[in-house]
């Protein structure tokens, strides 16, 4: 074997062991910026509410899997994937956006495409999905979505694009390296969230034989610092992950493949060693569809889900205070088995308000705001 030969072996070595051993991070860095939201002071301003499509007319034929963030103005930002049906070749990343005083949203403009990520990335990709938007306290937005180069969704890698300019322009797309085999069936869905050091804890679940969550620890450059199982055992995906104090959090699942067909979730014992958290139903219905979980400014939970063991035909909002026992407070949609309300991403601003998008019988993108008073208001 020529030197050469022997350098890249070498260097091949050392790439595998640094994904099977990702470089360490310090645990009292990895504390979460904001676990504990501070109530509001009461107000005798009557509840709000906002719905609204994001785009009334047009656009593409279906679309899914929307996601929010916030700048630091208090422009929204909102994203999801569209196309002639999930996973055709044409499906596109979009990209909205509402300024705090602005009465509607802006045109959609793509901001992912497949060729573009081809040839980003150099390598064929099939389908694009599972878009995620994060504004970081530096005022850099991520955008994660999922990319498919072979077979289907469980076959998946993530890759990454970023924008210093409030989303007008991005970086080219980078493939997150996540195992050092083939580099496969991880997904992105949930809500990231960012550590006191700036690293960014993003939610994420494999596929491919087996199903559970994850969460990948990201410096502020974006490159994987470490992987981390969210579920003891098989049988959850899509994890929301929610801050109980600097270290600890609860993670909350969509069930797939699980015993009961509940939402699921794991009190995980901190950010860097979280596969201990053993899995456990909640008094929700679950039949197998993607769920968001926050923290609620008065330290309990609030809840987006399809409340039925079958069907995607409701979606309701659900308050608790341990994370364990839910009630239903208000019934977003409710239509024939036909519709589909599905695959909530929910957000709180910096103004208190709770932002939502969803997708409604995936043909257009719905948007919601409210408040705590909206909440608490009897229906």
Not at 103 to 121: K, M
Not at 180 to 193: C, E, H, M, Y
Not at 297 to 307: A, E, K, Q, S
Request: with cysteine; aromatic share 10%; proline share 5%.
């Amino acid at each position: 074997m020529s030197f050469v030969s022997r350098i890249s072996v070498f260097l091949w070595i050392l790439a595998v062991l640094s994904l099977l051993f990702p470089r360490s991070a310090e645990s009292n860095a990895l504390r979460f910026a904001e676990y504990q939201l501070q109530p509001l002071p009461a107000s005798s301003v009557p509840s709000t509410l906002r719905t609204e499509f994001i785009q009334e007319t047009g656009g593409p034929q279906s679309v899914h899997s929307g996601t929010l963030t916030q700048l630091r103005d208090g422009t929204m930002l909102a994203a999801w994937f569209g196309g002639t049906r999930e996973g055709a070749k044409d499906v596109n990343i979009y990209l909205s956006r509402r300024q705090s005083d602005a009465a509607e949203w802006s045109a959609p403009t793509v901001i992912a495409s497949r060729a573009q990520t081809s040839a980003d990335l150099n390598r064929y990709v099939a389908k694009l999905g599972n878009p995620v938007l994060f504004a970081d306290s530096r005022g850099r937005v991520w955008l994660y979505y999922v990319t498919v180069s072979f077979g289907g969704w469980s076959g998946s890698s993530i890759s990454v694009r970023y924008s210093d300019d409030g989303g007008d322009s991005w970086s080219a797309a980078t493939r997150l390296t996540t195992s050092p085999f083939l580099n496969v069936s991880t997904l992105v869905k949930g809500l990231p969230l960012e550590c006191e050091s700036g690293h960014i804890l993003l939610p994420v679940y494999h596929e491919f034989v087996r199903k559970f969550g994850e969460a990948l620890i990201l410096d502020v450059d974006g490159q994987l610092v470490s992987k981390v199982r969210t579920t003891a055992s098989d049988g959850a995906i899509q994890p929301w992950i929610v801050p109980l104090d600097p270290v600890r959090s609860q993670a909350f699942y969509r069930q797939s493949g699980y015993t009961e067909k509940v939402v699921i979730t794991s009190v995980l014992p901190d950010i860097l060693h979280s596969s201990s958290g053993a899995l456990e139903p909640t008094t929700v219905p679950n039949p197998n569809s993607s769920v968001a979980v926050i923290r609620r400014d008065n330290g309990g939970f609030l809840m987006v889900c399809n409340p039925t063991e079958a069907g995607r035909n409701q979606l309701a909002i659900l308050t608790s205070e341990d994370g364990k026992s839910w009630k239903t407070v208000r019934e977003i949609e409710h239509s024939t088995e036909s519709g589909e309300f599905s695959y909530p991403y929910l957000l709180r601003g910096t103004d208190g308000q709770y932002h939502l998008i969803y997708t409604w019988n995936r043909s257009r993108m719905r948007y919601m705001s409210f408040d705590e008073q909206w909440l608490e208001d009897t229906p």
